[in-house]
Every structure is written in structure tokens, then in C-alpha cells.
């Protein structure tokens, strides 16, 4: 499996537009692995995770094209995880096509419900929706996908998190979510992961308490990977990789690579590709 990072900021990207931190004037004057998009995920070419409002603009900047994408998996109904607007351009995006591409939509009902909002047909955009639900499991040409649970804003109630297995390789996209609850876990037990993808969006700010009630701190991504290696999802094969990162809680991109390699995993940054 391939895996190419479009993003790996949270809502407000870095540096924030509105913002003159110390990490942000940082970013702005090292530029670099410093500079974040918010988070799009491409998969094997044809495989899209979330579709954000950087996602046209990260694949110009990261030479990709979206022309193969077969499928688009979206995690939840927060803008900086689904922009319709990537789905209409559609609508006039394949000029030397007599006939657009059909694209597998697959999100939780409130997902759905944004994208009624655009007043585009589904055919216009050449998509053919899946609505999901937590685990729910669906196959897909050349994938089998489950979702689980996220814990994220509980009064929208639908947020998940994907387990993608290509026939190949597995791998867990958790974000955006806080510690997973008790119910998720029976979901995950034995499953040995491949490569698993955690949000760190609260980062070092270990006592923003509030903030790990929907997304996780570096002790909170500590948490979750100690319970995994515990129930069998993570074994010694398993790689680890972090995303998802805001300025109001995480250092420089050289500063939290070292973090996170005291307990084995890896910094994302926009542009990185794994292989596994």
C-alpha cells in the first residue's frame, strides 16, 4: 500500500492566517516541513481519505492527480474533513472524457446532508453515494473497509475512523478522535495493523483537558497505542505515524520528530509517502 500525505494540520493549518505565535512566525520564516495543509489523505492512487478545502491546491503542490480515484472514504462533516466543493468541480473537470469517472462516496449521514447542499446532481458529479454508519463494513473494488467509532463531537453522533485493507496491507486512519471508548476496542482486537495514521492535534498540552475529549495529546496517542498493543491490532510490525497537528499545542516539525520517535513513531509532514 501507498500512502501519500495532501495535509497534516488540523482545522487552522500552519502557520494560521490569523496568528502571529511564536510556532507560526516559525513557520512562516523556516517554511519547509513547517508549512502544514490541512489533512487529505491519497491512498494507492485511487483512493481518497477525507476531502478537505486544501485538497485541489496539495495536489498541484505534491504532483498528484485525482484522475484514477475510484473511491473517497470521509470521516466526518467538519469542513476542514469534507468541502463539496471538491465534488463539483467535478462536474466540469473531465473536458477529454466523453464520460466522468464514477466515484464510490462513502461518509456518515451528516456528510450526506452537506451534500445536498451543493443543488449538484450526483450524476453531475459522477458520484454514487455509500452512506456508512460506525461498523458498518463495505467492500469496494480492490479494498474491504470498516469503520469504527471516532470519539468527536458526540452531538453530531456519526464521526468514524476507517480500517482499509487493500488485500495487501492493512492500516487505521485514527483522527479525528480522542481515546477511543470501550465499545471500539472488541472491533480492533487481533486485527495487526500493517501501519496505523493517529492524530496528535492537542500534541504536547498535556493538561488541555478539554481539547483530549475529541482529539488526542501526545499522552493520549501514548494511550491508544499501549491499548492496541495490548489487544493485538499493533504487533512489532507495525509502523506508527502521527498527523493532524494545530499550532496552539505542537512545536516545530523537528521538535515533535523527536517526541514522537521516544515512543516509536513517526512525524508526518505534507508530501511524505509511505510504503507498506
Same mark, same amino acid.
Given at each position: ?96 472524457? +466523453?464520460?466522468?469517472?464514477? /466515484?464510490?462516496? @462513502? ?5 450526506? $446532508?452537506?451534500?445536498?447542499? #451543493?443543488?449538484? %446532481? ?100 501514548? +494511550?491508544?497505542?499501549?491499548? /492496541?498493543?495490548? @489487544? ?5 510490525? $507495525?509502523?506508527?505515524?502521527? #498527523?493532524?497537528? %494545530? ?30
Amino acid at each position: 500500500m501507498k500512502i501519500t500525505f495532501l495535509g497534516t494540520a488540523a482545522a487552522d493549518q500552519i502557520p494560521s492566517p490569523y496568528c502571529d505565535c511564536p510556532r507560526c512566525e516559525y513557520a512562516r520564516e523556516n517554511r519547509g516541513k513547517d508549512l502544514r495543509k490541512r489533512c487529505n489523505y491519497l491512498i494507492n492512487d485511487d483512493l481518497l481519505v477525507e476531502m478537505g478545502p486544501d485538497l485541489l491546491v496539495a495536489c498541484n503542490m505534491h504532483d498528484v492527480h485525482l484522475m484514477d480515484v475510484k473511491h473517497a472514504l470521509i470521516t466526518h462533516s467538519h469542513r476542514d474533513h469534507f468541502d463539496a466543493a471538491n465534488l463539483v468541480v467535478r462536474k466540469q473537470g473531465f473536458p477529454n472524457r +466523453e464520460e466522468k469517472p464514477q /466515484m464510490d462516496f @462513502i461518509a456518515p449521514p451528516s456528510v450526506m $446532508t452537506l451534500l445536498n447542499g #451543493t443543488g449538484v %446532481t450526483d450524476k453531475a458529479m459522477g458520484i454514487r453515494r455509500i452512506p456508512i454508519l460506525p461498523y458498518d463494513s463495505i467492500t469496494l473494488a480492490g479494498y474491504q473497509i470498516k469503520a469504527v467509532k471516532a470519539t468527536h463531537y458526540p452531538q453530531v453522533g456519526d464521526a468514524v475512523n476507517y480500517i482499509i485493507d487493500d488485500g495487501t496491507s492493512r492500516v487505521l486512519i485514527a483522527s479525528d478522535t480522542a481515546v477511543y471508548k470501550d465499545e471500539v476496542w472488541p472491533h480492533l482486537e487481533g486485527i495487526a495493523l500493517d501501519q496505523l495514521i493517529i492524530e496528535c492535534t492537542v500534541g504536547t498540552n498535556i493538561a488541555n483537558l478539554p481539547g483530549q475529549t475529541r482529539h488526542l495529546s501526545i499522552n493520549g496517542v501514548e +494511550e491508544m497505542i499501549s491499548k /492496541m498493543k495490548e @489487544i493485538g491490532a499493533i504487533t512489532e510490525k $507495525t509502523a506508527i505515524c502521527a #498527523t493532524h497537528f %494545530t499550532h496552539q499545542h505542537c512545536p516545530n516539525h523537528e521538535e515533535l520528530s523527536a517526541i514522537l520517535k521516544n515512543f516509536g513513531v513517526q512525524c508526518a509532514y505534507d508530501g511524505l509517502v509511505l510504503h507498506f
